[in-house]
C-alpha cells in the first residue's frame, strides 16, 4: 500500500468517526426520518458532520491521484460536492443540494466507471454499489441516502486496498 491507500484508508476512519459522533449527539436521530444533512444544522451534532464531510473531501482530492485518468477526474468532482456540504449546511438549500448531488452523481460515475474494468463478482457488486446514489436521487428516502453512503465509503475502502 502507498501513501494514497493510507489516504483512503483515513478517509473511511474519519467519515465514519466523525459521523458516529454527530449521530450519538443527535437525540432522537433516526435513519429512516433524517437525512445526513439533517446532521449538519443540529447545534450538537453540526460541528462533527461538516468538520468530517470537509476533511474526508479534501482527503478525496489526494486519494483520488490512486485513481486513472477519468476516475480522478469524476472523485474530485465527488470531493468538492462533499467539500460543499460541509461548508454549505441544508438550511443554504440551494447550495446544499447542489453540492449534494455533484457528491452523490459523481461517486456514483466513478464507482459505475470503475466496474467497466472489472470481470464477475466484482464487476456487478460495483455497479449495484454505483447505482444506489442514483437510487437515493430517485427515490430521496433518508435510508436510502445512508445505504448509498456506505456504499461509496465501501468503494474508496475496496480501493484504497487493492493492490495496483
Known amino acids: 500500500m502507498r501513501v494514497n491507500s493510507y489516504t483512503g484508508i483515513a478517509m ?3 467519515f465514519s468517526t ?4 454527530a449521530v450519538s449527539n ?3 436521530y433516526d435513519p429512516f426520518k433524517n437525512y445526513l444533512s439533517d446532521l449538519g444544522v443540529n447545534e450538537n451534532s453540526s460541528f ?3 468538520t468530517g464531510a470537509i476533511l474526508t473531501g479534501i482527503l478525496g482530492i489526494l486519494f483520488a491521484i490512486k485513481l486513472n485518468k477519468p476516475l480522478f477526474y469524476t472523485f474530485v468532482a465527488a470531493s468538492i460536492g462533499l467539500i460543499g456540504v460541509g461548508i454549505f449546511h441544508s438550511k443554504i438549500e440551494t447550495a446544499h443540494l447542489v453540492f449534494a448531488g455533484i457528491f452523490f452523481i459523481f461517486s456514483a460515475i ?4 470503475e466496474s467497466e474494468n472489472k470481470k464477475g463478482t466484482e464487476k456487478y457488486l460495483l455497479i449495484a454499489t454505483g447505482l ?3 437510487a437515493f436521487i430517485l427515490t430521496f428516502w433518508p435510508v436510502v441516502e445512508h445505504i448509498a453512503a456506505t456504499g461509496i465509503l465501501l468503494f474508496v475502502l475496496h480501493t ?3 493492490k495496483k
Open 12 to 14: 473511511v476512519i474519519i
Open 18 to 21: 466523525t459521523l458516529i459522533l
Open 26 to 28: 443527535f437525540p432522537g
Open 48 to 50: 462533527y458532520f461538516n
Open 110 to 113: 466513478t464507482i459505475l466507471f
Open 132 to 134: 444506489l446514489p442514483f
Open 160 to 162: 484504497a486496498c487493492r
